[in-house]
C-alpha cells in the first residue's frame, strides 16, 4: 500500500476517486466524470505517468491547474473534456514555454482528475503531490501561493472555446476575483492554468505525496468493504484521524451566496455521542466542527462528513435532513498549518475573528 | 465650420464634450474627466492629430478602443488615466503588432475622448469616425462587429494594475459577456482594446467624420449660447433633427439591472406640445419615445433629451421629476439602419419584439 506511485492505471482510478472526494471535505466537487474520462483515455493507450516529488528536476517546468467554478454546477453541467488542456496550450502560447510536468491545485473532489485527464491527452506527467492536501473554495489558498509564487499568468478556457488569460493583477486575491468573474460568465466552470513554477520550488512547496495518499486510502476504504471491516475506522487509521462524532443531521441550512454554496448543519449525537449536539459550518467545504457550542476543529485541519454506514464521502450539496453520519478530523499538513498558512487558510481568512486554529491533535 | 480636422486643439475639446454628450442620448458616460485629462495632455506639448477617414491608408493598423463599465460608476470613480492606454499596449503584446492609429468605439459619452486621450499619449493619430455615431450599451453594438469584423482578442486593463485579454469566443456576443463579467471585477470601469482592423475595412465599416460632427454641433451650440439663440433649435439645424416634444418629467423609473440603468421617464407636454403625453423607455441610452402610446422614434434613430433652456443634453442618471426638457430625434447614420445593423442595434435587439424601425424622417 505504499509502494510508490510511478504511473496511474486504471485499477488505481476507483480508489482515488474515493481518497480524493475524502480529502475534499465536503467540497471540491465530484471527481467522478473526470474518473471517467481518465478511464476513456487510458482505454485509448494513452497514460498517466507519475513523477514521485523527490524526483523531481529542479529546473523542471511545472503547471498547476484544475477546474475552477461551483462545484454544484458541475453536477448538471459536464465539462466538455479539454477544458483544462485548452487552458494549459493557452499559457503556453502566452509565455512561450514548454510544460514538463502537471501538478494538481487540490487533491481534495474533482481537481484530482483533471491534472491527471490533462496529463493522458498532452503526453505528459503528474506530480506526486498538490497544493492543498484537501480542497479550497479559492485559488490563493493554496501553497504555490503562500509560498511566494505568483500566479499570473493564468489562462482560462471553457467548453464552448472561449480562452481568457489573465495577464496581470496586483496580486493572488484579485486573480481569484477576476477568474471568479470570468467563470460565471463562462457559466460556472471552466479550466484553469497558471503561471508555470519551478521544480525546486514545487519540491518545497507541495502537500506531497497527495495523489498516492488518495489512492492509498480509497483503497483501504474499497478493502474494508470487501472484509466487511468498519471503514470509518479504516479511514481514522489510515489518516491518523480521529473520529469527532456519530450523529444524526437534525437540521440544516445551505444556500448559495456568491458563487458559494454556504450554510450550517445541526448534528445530535448517537452511540458513544448521545447528548452531544454538533455544529459544522460550511462554504463549500466544512470549515468549523463545533460540540456543545465548542469548537473542537477548525480549518486548515481536515472536517470530513461520512456515510457511518458505508464510510463514503458526503459532499455539501447531498447533505440531507435525517442522515446518519460519523464526523472525521483529519490533520492538515504542516505546509497547511503555518503562520504564513494560517493568514491564507485559518479560520480568520474565512471570517471567523473569534475562532483561533489548535491543531486538532492538541485540541 | 466644416473644415477638414486635422488635429484636436483645446479650443475643440469644450465643443467635442457637448457634442459628444448629444449623440450619446443619455448614455455613454459623461466626457467631462476625458477631456480634462486631454487638456493636461495637451498642456504637456503632446498632441492629438486626426487622420480623416478617407485619407487612411489602406493597410493601416488600426485599433479601436474605449472605456468599458457603468456610467453611474464612471461619475465617482474616476479613472487614473492610462486605462486604455495599458489595453492598448497589451494588445500590442498580445499580437506582436504596430498600431498606426486609434478610433472611437462610441463617440456619444466618454468613449469620444478616449481614443483622443491614449492617442495624445502614445503618440498616434485618431481616425475621425466612431463605430456607432451614437452611445449603446454592448460592445456587439459597433459597425466593426456589425460588418464582420471579428473583435476578438481584447485587452483590458484597470485603475489597480489588472490586465485581462480575452483571446478567443464564439462570437462578440460572448465577448462582451465575458468582458463585462471581468469589467464588474475590476470595479465596473475599466479600458478595451480590441483586435486591430485594417484601414479599407474602417473606411468601409466606421460611422465617418463623426469627431468633426461632435465638434461642430458643440460649437453651434456654444455659438448660440453666445448669440442668444434658441439652442435647441441649432441642434435640430445642425444634426437635421427634428423636435419631438416639448415637456416636463411627471414621471421616472429608473434602476440598475444587470449592471445597466434601465426604466422609463413619463413627459407632460407643454407649449405646442400641450396636451401629450409622452414616454421614453431608457437602457442607459434612450431607446424608445412614444407620444400618447405610440412609437414615433426608436433605436438605432438617435433620441436625445435636452434642457429646454439651454440646450445642453441630459444624461440618464442626471434625469429629475420636474425637469423641462425639449425631447428631439435625430437620423441615425445609414450603416446602423441597414438589414445587419438592425438585427443588433435595432428595437427587436432590447426586446422590443412588438416595434418595427420606422425611419424618424418617414415616421
Not at 100 to 123: H, K, R, W, Y
Not at 229 to 254: C, F, H, S, W, Y
Not at 261 to 272: C, D, R, Y
Amino acid at each position: 500500500m505504499t509502494d510508490v506511485l510511478r504511473e496511474v492505471t486504471d485499477a488505481d482510478l476507483d480508489a482515488i476517486e474515493i481518497g480524493a472526494a475524502i480529502l475534499g471535505t465536503g467540497g471540491g466537487g465530484n471527481p467522478y466524470i473526470g474518473k471517467l474520462r481518465c478511464r476513456e483515455e487510458l482505454k485509448k493507450g494513452n497514460c498517466i505517468p507519475v513523477i514521485p516529488l523527490d524526483e523531481l528536476a529542479d529546473d523542471a517546468v511545472v503547471v498547476s491547474l484544475g477546474g475552477i467554478g461551483a462545484p454544484v454546477v458541475g453536477v448538471e453541467k459536464i465539462e466538455e473534456g479539454e477544458e483544462c488542456l485548452r487552458a494549459l496550450r493557452a499559457l503556453e502560447q502566452e509565455l512561450d514555454v514548454k510544460v514538463d510536468a502537471l501538478i494538481s491545485v487540490e487533491i481534495g473532489g474533482a481537481n484530482s482528475m483533471e491534472p491527471m485527464l490533462t496529463a493522458a491527452q498532452a503526453g505528459l506527467p503528474v506530480v506526486d503531490g498538490d497544493g492543498m492536501g484537501r480542497a479550497f473554495p479559492e485559488m490563493q489558498m493554496c501553497t504555490w501561493s503562500i509560498y511566494g509564487h505568483r500566479e499570473c499568468p493564468a489562462a482560462m478556457a471553457d467548453e464552448k472555446g472561449s480562452i481568457v488569460v489573465i495577464r496581470e493583477t496586483p496580486d493572488d486575491v484579485w486573480l481569484e476575483r477576476i477568474a471568479r468573474s470570468v467563470v460565471v460568465a463562462m457559466g460556472a466552470a471552466a479550466g484553469l492554468a497558471s503561471q508555470p513554477m519551478r521544480g525546486d520550488f514545487v519540491k518545497r512547496a507541495a502537500v506531497p505525496n497527495t495523489i498516492t495518499q488518495a489512492r492509498n486510502l480509497g483503497r483501504a476504504v474499497l478493502d474494508a468493504h470487501a472484509r466487511h471491516a468498519d471503514p470509518v475506522q479504516t479511514v481514522i487509521n489510515q489518516e491518523n484521524g480521529q473520529l469527532l462524532m456519530t450523529a444524526k443531521i437534525v437540521d440544516l441550512e445551505r444556500h448559495l451566496k456568491g458563487g458559494f454554496a454556504v450554510g450550517h448543519l445541526t448534528l445530535e449525537g448517537f452511540g458513544a455521542y448521545r447528548g452531544d449536539r454538533g455544529r459544522i459550518d460550511l462554504q463549500n467545504e466544512f470549515l468549523v466542527f463545533r460540540r456543545n457550542g465548542v469548537v473542537e476543529v477548525c480549518v486548515p485541519d481536515l472536517i470530513v462528513v461520512l456515510d457511518s454506514d458505508t464510510g463514503l464521502p458526503i459532499t455539501t450539496e447531498m447533505l440531507r435532513y435525517g442522515q446518519r453520519i460519523a464526523v472525521v478530523g483529519l490533520p492538515a499538513h504542516k505546509l497547511m498549518r503555518s503562520p504564513e498558512a494560517l493568514r491564507v487558510v485559518g479560520p480568520e481568512a474565512f471570517g471567523y475573528d473569534d475562532v483561533t486554529f489548535c491543531p486538532m491533535e492538541t485540541g
